[in-house]
């Protein structure tokens, strides 16, 4: 079935830092791929998003590029601040838009 | 404002009492789902509906039953809790198309003793 793998956290970054959270996916078809991040006591909230091999999703100065051919959708960015600390999920919608895979999420702090 | 609403957002109860926690939309949204939150194990979907009177199980409906009798609402049964099913709850809604982004409630936390 599809899955979706993160890299473990919790990650701890200085302010400035630049910011790799890893996310693999295994599914068929042509799924979507989508960032969320959950801020403490909140649902969660859509960073970003990419439909289809070799899209960029950009906000917030966060970005993520759907790379088919390693099957990986990496959420980067180049200079943190201690408000994007978070927890950050990974997730697939599938060809079928009914079932969707979360990742296990990501805590991340960032020290001023 | 465009929002999902739960409630409770926070319940203690005992096994076997039987529970029901709403959710409703006002964005007119077709797809509506309900996850689980559990340290380590990210979001588990329990069910979902693609639209009224349809409804399908995610990958771990044990426990579990749904309704979806009106576009707006879907609400999760727990009929006989027991308190491996102490968790965080989420509803969500979308737009029909696996593009469309979830719509997240603020989450409900149940404690089953």
């Known amino acids: 079935g599809d899955s979706v793998t993160q890299m473990e956290g919790p990650v701890t970054l200085s302010e400035e830092a630049f910011l790799t959270i890893n996310c693999t996916y295994t599914a068929t078809g042509y799924p979507s791929l989508f960032w969320y991040v959950q801020y403490p006591g909140e649902g969660l909230q859509l960073l970003l998003k990419?439909?289809?091999?070799?899209d960029k999703g950009s906000n917030k100065g966060f970005e993520a590029t759907y790379r088919k051919e390693t099957t990986s959708f990496h959420l980067e960015k180049g200079s943190v601040q201690v408000s994007d600390s978070a927890v950050y999920f990974c997730a697939l919608k599938d060809s079928s838009a009914s079932k969707i895979i979360f990742g296990s999420g990501t805590r991340l702090s960032i020290r001023p | 404002e465009a929002q999902v609403t739960q409630n409770p957002r926070y319940l203690i109860t005992v096994t076997g009492k039987k529970l029901t926690v709403t959710c409703s939309q006002n964005m007119n949204h077709e797809y509506m789902s309900w996850y689980r939150q559990d340290p380590g194990l990210g979001l588990r979907q329990i069910y979902y509906s693609m639209n009224v009177e349809v409804t399908d199980k995610g990958d771990v409906p044990e426990g579990y039953k749904v309704s979806r009798k009106e576009k707006r609402n879907f609400p999760l049964i727990l009929e006989s809790p027991s308190p491996n099913q102490t968790s965080l709850y989420f509803c969500?809604?979308?737009?029909?198309?696996?593009?469309?982004?979830?719509?997240f409630g603020d989450g409900t936390r149940l404690s089953i003793l």
């Open positions: 969500a809604s979308s737009r029909t198309g696996n593009n469309q982004p979830q719509h």
């Open positions: 990419a439909t289809k091999a070799d």
